[in-house]
């Protein structure tokens, strides 16, 4: 375990270039749950992280529901829920609601209740409902800890990439089995990998391997400084901690968990395990035909190491409540 890191450093200084002295400084002044708050209450930035390219979004969807096109909202209720009416959803940790929305288009659901504890984005959230007219779906700011539900309630729960960020998970998961109907189904979209980012080297000497030999230098300009990523680094402890408190604190436990209090359905798994790192900071240079080889490269590369290692840091998951 890695308590300081090269890139510790790095982020640090370019953070401060992009977002200034003050929100650094928040960082190291604020208690564990302002820390917490605060990195999902700021104002949207712009940042370079591979979800933002467009090709590994559509890989996602490919390997999820066998379609680049078709969002895993719409593949889960065309497979799940057919001639199904009347449905609660429950959404823990709904950021800007996009998911949430994406399944408030689906006339089988009454509700579509979504809860995050940063005001802003659920503001976001609320907007982009209004727009569309969506009058079944609900976002409020709460904190799911603090949060009593009816007991046997929802017909769908869904965690999209938020559960990561929860700790005792066990019992977390044990309420949520309460308000699920006794047949209802949980939804993960989840990294599920390392502990705060703490890899093992042969993971990270892999990665940065794959770095230094496949990514020409035109594609590692970093997007604000306009200078070039040299190299990969890994986070250390000790800035996960002070960043962010929450983030993937006990991420390794997830399945393990799940598999004890739930019936799995269905499993899809659709890496991290490489482009995560390798495309930290420089996934805006991915967006052009000319990336689209690279790009091919990467894939396989990482489709080898998912095959090596038995594991993805990402999946998408469907169980059944054990209660039925």
């Known amino acids: 375990m890695r308590l300081l890191t090269p890139l510790d450093f790095v982020d640090v200084w370019f953070k401060i270039k992009e977002r200034g002295l003050y929100f650094v400084a928040k960082k190291l002044i604020s208690n564990t749950e302002q820390r917490i708050k605060s990195t999902w209450n700021e104002d949207t930035l712009p940042s370079s992280n591979w979800w933002q390219v467009n090709k590994v979004r559509a890989r996602w969807n490919m390997l999820i529901t066998g379609d680049e096109n078709t969002l ?5 209720v ?18 800007t609601g996009k998911r949430e929305i994406e399944f408030a288009k689906h006339a089988c659901f009454e509700q579509v209740l979504a809860i995050d504890i940063a005001p802003k984005t659920i503001q976001e959230a609320q907007e982009s409902a209004k727009a569309l007219n969506l009058k079944n779906c609900t976002f409020a700011v709460a904190d799911v800890y603090k949060e009593s539900f009816e007991s046997s309630k929802f017909d769908v729960v869904l965690f999209h990439s938020s559960l990561h960020h929860f700790s005792q998970i066990d019992k977390l998961l044990t309420r949520i089995r309460k ?27 892999r990665v940065a391997k794959v770095y230094q030999t496949v990514i020409p230098e035109k594609f590692k300009k970093r997007k604000f400084s306009n200078s070039i990523k040299k190299r990969v ?10 960043a962010d408190p929450s983030e993937a604190v006990e991420a390794n436990s997830i399945l393990p968990i ?11 798994n659709y890496g ?7 495309l930290k900071d420089i996934a805006h240079n991915f967006n052009t035909d000319e990336a689209i080889p690279v790009l091919q490269k990467l894939f396989a590369l990482e489709d080898e190491l998912m095959k090596e290692e038995n594991k993805s840091d990402y999946v998408f998951a469907v169980y059944k409540n054990n209660l039925g």
């Open 258 to 268: 799940l598999s004890k209090q739930f019936t799995l359905l269905e499993q899809k």
């Open 233 to 242: 680094y890994f986070p250390g402890l000790l800035r996960m901690v002070i």
């Open 272 to 278: 991290g395990n490489l482009l995560t790192f390798a």
């Open 179 to 205: 308000t699920l109907k006794p047949d209802g189904l949980l939804i993960i979209n989840e990294y599920v990998g390392a502990n705060r980012f703490q890899y093992d080297k042969a993971r990270m000497n």
């Open 72 to 76: 895993y909202p719409d593949y889960f």
């Open 78 to 95: 065309n497979k799940y829920l057919k001639n199904k009416t009347r449905l609660q959803l429950l959404s823990i940790g709904c950021g």
